[in-house]
Each structure stands twice: as C-alpha cells, then as structure tokens.
C-alpha cells in the first residue's frame, strides 16, 4: 500500500531533503509540494493525500492556524524548527512532531506510524460488528474483542489510547476523538478532555468526581453539568 503524501514548506532546501526522505522509503509517493499552505489546496483538494509534512513558521498563513482551519482526514506530521508548538499540535491531532535537523531515521518512524494508521483504517478497526454490542481494536500486533459492556472507561495519552476493561487494559493507537465518534454515545460519554467513561459503569458522584469500580475519575468544570445530566437521566428517585 502506498501512502500519498504533500510537504509543505516555505524553505527549498527542507523541501529538497523531505522529497529525498521520501523517495528513500517504498511506501511513500510523494503527489507534490508547496511553499505555502495555501498553494497546497489544490493538491490536498484534488486527491485522496494520506500524509501532510507541514512546517510552522511560514509567510501569508502558518502552519499552526492552517492546521486549525484543516478538515482533510490526511495524517499530519509537523517538520520544523521551533519545540515550542509540540503541546499545541498535539492538542491538534498531528501524527508526530520532528524538529529541524531532521535525521532519516526519525523521519522514517514517523512515516511508519502514519503507515500503521493507514492499514487500521483499510482493516476497520473499531467499527462495531453486525452485533452491535462489540468492536475490534489493533493491540500489541494482535486483534482485540472488546466488548461495550466490559469497557469501564478510556484514557488519552497523547496519539494513543488506554483502554480499561473490567479484567486488564490495553493501549491502542487512535485518537480520543476518534474512538468517541465510534463509541455509542447512548452509553459513553466524554467526561474530560482526557476521559471518556462507560455511564453504566459509574458507582457514584461527589463534586468533580465519577466513582468507576476502584478509580476516581475528574469531571471538566465545563462538561459537569452535561454529564451528570446524562448519567442520572430520569433515574433520579425524588422526594
């Protein structure tokens, strides 16, 4: 499977070595480049790109408020100069964040992660069954049953995702917001914007904090109010 992908960058020589890089790994094809993200529209536009090398600091729109702006599913991998947009991009979803001087090597583990993404989304993974009441996930180079009812709770933890069932937890590469989308929203719900939990699973609520089986969960300050009104429902028994 060959991976499609766009640099955009406003520096020749970066852009000169991206394209080595790329032609150095088998699985890339690189579809075309750009100085600037807004150049790059008729090429993100036009294809099915899988991967975004994208730099920050360039002229006319940044790569930090192109990214925000950025509806297209392609994985994006930050290649600049300057540390300081690491937590920021995060927050944003990018695949991986390498700083100038970039060596091969980092480049390729960067790809190679993009490349595990792209056969999870061929395979499927996480979309429920024709049952639904299951889904599958890619964990440790194996596929793992997990069952709605048996999932007490998730954990974001930068590109991954922990998983705790009521008998062991998993880590799994997918984004929070991915597996909330997946999830059925009936029974999960976002709790924080590190935590997504099972409304089944809740024992009790005190304050800020969900009560699930021997862990105490923070609620956001901004969701509180939501998500005790989703767990409790017309379940309230009143006076």
Not at 127 to 134: F, S, Y
Not at 166 to 182: A, F, P, W
């Amino acid at each position: 499977m060959k991976l499609k992908c766009v640099i955009i960058d406003d520096e020749p020589i970066a852009r000169k070595i991206l394209q080595e890089f790329v032609e150095e790994i088998g699985f890339l094809e690189l579809l075309g480049e750009a100085e600037n993200p807004l150049k790059a529209m008729p090429l993100l536009n036009g294809n099915d790109v899988d991967i975004v090398f994208l730099d920050i600091n360039m002229p006319k729109l940044n790569g930090m408020d192109f990214l925000k702006s950025l509806k297209h599913k392609a994985s994006i991998i930050m290649t600049t100069a300057y540390a300081e947009h690491a937590v920021e991009s995060f927050g944003l979803d990018v695949l991986d964040y390498l700083i100038k001087p970039i060596p091969f090597d980092r480049f390729l583990k960067a790809c190679n992660k993009a490349k595990e993404i792209g056969e999870l989304k061929k395979s499927a993974h996480l979309q429920p069954a024709i049952v639904n009441d299951h889904f599958f996930i890619k964990c440790n180079n194996q596929i793992e049953k997990v069952f709605y009812d048996d999932l007490m709770y998730a954990e974001a933890m930068l590109n991954y995702v922990m998983l705790y069932t009521s008998s062991k937890k998993m880590m799994v590469y997918v984004t929070i917001k991915n597996l909330e989308e997946q999830l059925p929203s009936g029974t999960f719900i976002k709790v924080h914007k590190s935590f997504i939990v099972n409304m089944n699973k809740v024992r009790s609520i005190e304050g800020n904090m969900l009560d699930i089986g021997n862990e105490k969960i923070t609620i956001s300050q901004s969701l509180r109010e939501k998500v005790i009104a989703e767990i409790v429902k017309d379940k309230m028994i009143k006076r």
